[in-house]
């Protein structure tokens, strides 16, 4: 599976759960998705995750992806954005943090 492919079965996982009104279904069909991958698309779809982490709109699948995998070679960009985000005023920087903090934590 190429990056391309998994941000777009991503979305249209999105757009249905937020069309039932149940958006919290989409990350664990997500989830099944990723599991499903070989290692090497795994490894390869990682730089989608890397990207969703960035993005405000993303950022939680990406942590809950981060997290439920132990995808240890994100660990450096989580400190980056760590590091980002205690420059931001946002509420949502300080939920974001503690979050990063407990998976590096699990990640040791």
Known sequence: MINKDFEEIC???????????????AIYKI?????????FDRRNVDNV???????ENRRYDALFLIDEFYIYSLKPELYKLKEKLKTEREASAIYDIKKIDNIIERLM
């Open 11 to 25: 979305s249209i996982i999105n757009e249905e759960a937020l069309q039932r009104k149940d958006s919290q279904s």
């Open 31 to 39: 989830v099944e998705v990723y599991r499903k991958m070989s290692e």
């Open 49 to 55: 995750i890397i990207k969703w982490l960035w993005d």
